[in-house]
């Protein structure tokens, strides 16, 4: 399930009465090290830009949402 709506991550997360993490993506780096730990544990997670990480890059946000879009898509979970 490399790409999926949040909306669907949580439904399907409800019926099994379980949770996605979230976490805040600041570099490629991180959407890497969070997806590798996704698939050791075999669960999707959702990969989140805040505020302060598109300020980070200078207000730009569309490199990182591209990079984390694309490591995603590249996931096995």
Known sequence: MPIAATGELITEAAARHG????FN??????AEAIVEGAEAARAPVILQISENAVKYHGGRLRPLARAAHETARAAAV
């Open 25 to 30: 993506v600041i570099t490629l780096e991180h």
């Open 19 to 22: 949770a996605v993490a979230a």
